[in-house]
């Protein structure tokens, strides 16, 4: 690593350009964010029986969707860069706790008969409770062995849930719908992301973060260091499981109707892990960035037809080479100390090839 | 400040420490010097944590700590560095040694702002205060080796084991790092060290214990011990001790 021999000053170009790229970003984020105010909000003369409504609006409601997908999976590529990226624990079944929070929304709003605001907040706290359990016993394996294990639950958390009568068994559940509140539920996904960027902020600044990040690069000298590795482990994993649950949570109501197939989807496991990696695991923005860009080209790819297959195989070569040749993620670009050239990609190839 | 009684660790059949007891008064630097596999290295990772004694006790300053988890030895002012470097490779010189300072004993446990200050004052004593910005991978071997050190020094140990932090030093870096050992010794911390480098043992040590197949085979001053005819038949050599007498 002889770059970091070098000057990691950025020349005055290169902070202008930065500076250029964080403008441009912040109003991206300012459009986003306010987009769907306008968007879902009928005109005041209109009928408003969605049915009337009109083409435009149903495409706009379709862009705000779009626009709540995007943030949800920000939310869980960055609450599993909690565990994957700053710990190094290659969790393999988050989506257990997705679905685990999607059930306690579900659960209390349809069979309970609470209101959606007052079911919100358990969603988190049994996710975190459950990660807590079994993070004791699956924290003391280590990386295949963790990420099977973890994989394994998630599913298992799945079965079972689905074998519960109680749950809605076969039949899932329903939260009555609101009516009305895309915006909402694209704010409430927003705001759990952003509160996944602003935990990750703390924590790497923190004395926990630390310890999280010494427990990566060697767990044994963490330990013979004062660092309580269990305690710490678990608690990497049931905070990625709050924000991951919380998600859940949203998005059963969000959708309105939850079974097994909706909520413990095994491809989000991979999906997640994808974002966070190809951002930048272990990065503060790295995983928002991951996610974005690769829930766009999923959600842009999922039209169908001939060229949707060639896009998804070109997808899946992208893939394989961004992990190739950038395998500390594209946000290591703006890292400072790297810069876009063939010597960064000869030195990438060279670390990430026997 | 240091007792072990009767302490045996096996791995699998062989016995790597068999009924193994002895004292490190508080203010001794105590070497340990044997062939491989007389279960130095074993020793030490049974004092901090990391190996399960099979059978037998420790006790640090009066308090049973065999069985505790490493984090909480270490918070009872034991430090250790490992003969094979573990650094946290991602990290930069200063923050391996902030994460001393942020953990450790009980007397350092610091608030970030203050565990890197104090990382700055560590590597200033072990000679690595230059190079405290660049990551450990541009780092040579013995710079490895003092950061090591200066990791296990940032916790503020009361007791301080050693494992071979000069092998492979060529003999100008190996005074520099007797230079490191009396400094921190002088600081008030008892230390415990491995080592082959005979220079090093009789330079500092005030007692030296040779272990042999899991067993003391010899203990005294560093002179007393190597003429020992046990010790030389068993470790050094006839040629060390041809060339020591000559």
């Known amino acids: ?354 | 400040m240091l007792e072990l009684a009767g302490v045996t660790k096996r791995f699998g059949g062989v016995a790597a420490l068999s009924d193994l007891s002895l004292q490190v008064p508080e203010g001794e630097i105590l070497g340990l010097i044997g062939p491989n596999g007389a279960g130095k290295t074993t020793l030490l990772n049974c004092i901090s944590g990391v190996n399960r004694p099979d059978a037998g006790s420790i006790t640090f300053q009066g308090r049973p700590i065999d069985g505790l988890p490493p984090h909480q030895i270490a918070r009872l002012g034991i430090g250790r560095t490992f003969q094979v470097v573990k650094p946290f490779a991602s990290m930069t010189v200063r923050e391996n040694a902030a994460v001393g300072g942020l953990f450790g004993s009980a007397q350092a446990h610091l608030a970030p702002k203050a565990a890197f200050a104090w990382a700055d004052e560590v590597l200033e004593t072990v000679g690595l205060a230059p190079k405290a910005g660049l990551t450990v991978g541009s780092l040579t071997i013995p710079d490895r080796k003092r950061l090591e050190v200066a990791r296990a020094l940032a916790t503020k140990p009361r007791l301080l084991l050693l494992d071979e932090v000069m092998a492979g030093l060529n003999p100008v870096e190996v005074d520099e790092a007797l230079e490191v050992v009396r400094k921190v010794h002088a600081g008030g911390i008892t230390i415990v060290l491995i080592e082959h480098v005979m220079r090093v043992v009789v330079g500092v040590c005030d007692r030296v214990i040779v272990l042999h197949m899991g067993q003391r085979l010899a203990e005294g001053t560093p002179d007393e011990v190597l003429q020992d005819r046990r010790v030389i038949e068993a470790y050094l050599g006839e040629k060390y001790a041809a060339r020591r007498h000559a």
């Open chain 1, 1 to 354: 690593m002889s770059e970091a021999a070098f000057s990691t000053q950025p020349s005055r170009a290169g902070r202008r350009v930065r500076r250029l790229i964080l403008v441009v970003f912040l109003v991206a984020v300012a459009v986003v964010l306010v987009l769907p105010l306008t968007l879902t909000q009928p005109a005041a003369d209109a009928n408003l029986d969605p049915e009337t409504l009109g083409i435009d609006f149903a495409i706009n409601k379709s862009i705000v969707r779009t626009e709540t997908t995007i943030a949800m999976f920000v939310a869980l590529a960055a609450a599993w860069n909690l565990i994957g990226g700053l710990t190094g624990y290659a969790a393999f079944g988050n989506v257990a706790f997705f679905g685990l929070g999607a059930y306690t929304v579900g659960f209390l709003t349809d069979k309970q008969h609470l209101s959606f605001a007052l079911a919100l907040p358990l969603a988190p706290v049994g996710a975190a409770a459950f990660a807590g359990l079994i993070g004791l016993p699956l924290l003391r394996l280590r990386g295949h062995y963790f990420a099977i294990a973890t994989l394994g639950t998630g599913i298992a958390v799945g079965e079972v849930i689905k074998n519960i009568d109680a749950f809605g068994g076969g039949t899932g559940l329903f939260p009555p719908i609101l009516r009305h509140a895309d915006a909402l539920f694209f704010y409430l996904m927003a705001a759990n992301a952003g509160l996944a960027v602003l935990v990750t902020w703390l924590v790497l600044r923190s004395r926990f973060g630390y310890g999280l990040i010494a427990i990566r690069e060697n767990e044994e000298a963490a330990s013979v260091l004062g660092v309580n590795t269990t305690a710490y482990k678990v608690g990497a994993f049931a905070l990625a499981a709050a924000l991951t649950g919380l998600a859940g949570g949203i998005f059963a109501q969000w959708s309105s109707f939850i079974d097994q197939e909706s909520v413990f989807p095994v491809q989000y496991n991979v999906q997640m892990i994808l974002m966070a990696i190809l951002g930048g695991a272990g990065t503060l923005f790295g995983p928002v960035a991951g996610a974005i860009a690769l829930e766009w080209l999923i959600l842009a790819l999922a039209g169908g037809g001939t060229s949707s297959v060639y896009a998804q195989i070109g997808l899946g070569v992208l893939l394989a080479v961004t992990v190739i040749f950038v395998p500390r993620g594209v946000v290591d670009f703006f890292g400072g100390s790297s810069r876009l050239s063939l010597g960064y990609f000869r030195r990438s190839l060279r670390e990430t090839s026997v």
